[in-house]
């Protein structure tokens, strides 16, 4: 059973920098699609970053330029760097996962080829 823990949100002046951090557990970390999610209250949630198994990574256009994602497979930990931060990247981001084993997930997003189904429980990102 894939289980996702984010941490390393928190309150940053526009233009600094944060990395979040996704740990995982439960399935063969380097195996599988992993990427990063946001999303505002009542607002639909947008694909950030993802991560192939192959280490291809594709991001929003929003983003691109900014942010990096990486991964330790060692750690089983996912990254995502974010600098020059701007007040609309504030938002609650989400650590996913492409659990090919999750068939019944009601909660599917495509990001590039993948298909996220598995979910973190997401970690705060203030830019003010």
């Known amino acids: 059973h894939v289980q996702l823990v984010e941490s390393g949100g928190g309150s940053v002046q526009p233009g600094g920098s944060l990395r979040v951090s996704c740990v995982g557990s439960?399935?063969?970390?380097?195996?599988?699609?992993m990427g990063w999610f946001r999303q505002l209250p009542d607002k639909e949630r947008e694909g950030v970053a993802g991560?192939?198994?192959?280490?291809?990574?594709s991001y929003a256009d929003s983003v691109k330029g900014r942010f990096t994602i990486s991964k330790d497979n060692s750690k089983n930990t996912l990254y995502l760097q974010m600098d020059s931060l701007k007040s609309e990247d504030a938002a609650m981001y989400f650590c996913?996962?492409?659990?090919?084993?999750?068939?019944?997930?009601?909660?599917?997003?495509?990001?590039?080829?993948?298909?996220?189904?598995?979910w973190g429980q997401g970690t705060q990102v203030t830019v003010s």
């Open positions: 439960g399935f063969t970390f380097s195996t599988y699609c």
């Open positions: 996913a996962a492409d659990d090919p084993n999750y068939l019944t997930s009601t909660d599917v997003a495509t990001m590039g080829m993948c298909e996220y189904n598995s």
């Open positions: 991560m192939e198994s192959d280490g291809s990574t």
